[in-house]
């Protein structure tokens, strides 16, 4: 098991310090890639490009992400039909935020992941949770200018 994160503490020498887009791993080494929260940085094309390149072949790469940075997902081209509709409340009030979490798996096709799993996290469905196995080195795959950019919502914080 390896785990980084873009700073570490001396007190925790678990935790390596390392940038998620290059990563100290030799290629198709690693069984399972669990990205909590790692998905934050501008360059999501270069991250999912190194998750693709230490994962084995047919490896699986785990995401949990804050939901509402899927909220209506536009790239890609991907129908809306495996939208996922979550109850958000806004100030006392419900409204449904569209997750569009299939378009987002369809721009990740040509990174050379499938989706296999997705839902929202309990108890209140703020996180979500997505499956992908390695289905082909990206690499081989499509060529790097022709891969689709992903750009995920920022994070929105409220004060406490």
């Known amino acids: 098991m390896h785990s980084y994160d873009l700073y570490s503490s001396e007190a925790d020498s678990s935790v390596i310090s390392a940038d ?3 990563l100290p791993l030799d290629s198709c080494t690693v069984d399972a890639a669990v990205y909590s929260l790692s998905l934050m940085p501008t360059n999501l094309k270069d991250i999912i490009r190194e998750a693709n ?3 084995k072949p047919s490896g699986q790469l785990l995401v949990v992400e804050v939901a509402s940075r899927f909220a209506d997902y536009q790239s890609g081209s991907a129908d809306r039909r495996g939208s996922l509709n979550v109850a958000k409340k806004d100030g ?3 409204k449904v935020v569209n997750l569009d979490l299939q378009r987002f798996a369809a ?3 040509p990174y ?3 989706l296999t799993a997705s839902e929202p996290l309990p108890p209140n469905g703020f ?3 997505l499956a992908f196995k390695k ?3 990206a690499e081989r795959l499509t060529p790097k200018s022709r891969l689709p ?7 929105l914080y409220k004060a406490r």
């Open 20 to 22: 998620m887009a290059r």
């Open 53 to 55: 390149r230490i994962l």
């Open 92 to 94: 006392g009030k419900e």
């Open 107 to 109: 721009d990740l096709k």
């Open 112 to 114: 050379g992941f499938s």
């Open 127 to 129: 996180f979500t949770y």
């Open 135 to 137: 289905t082909g080195d």
């Open 149 to 155: 950019e992903i750009v995920l919502k920022a994070c």
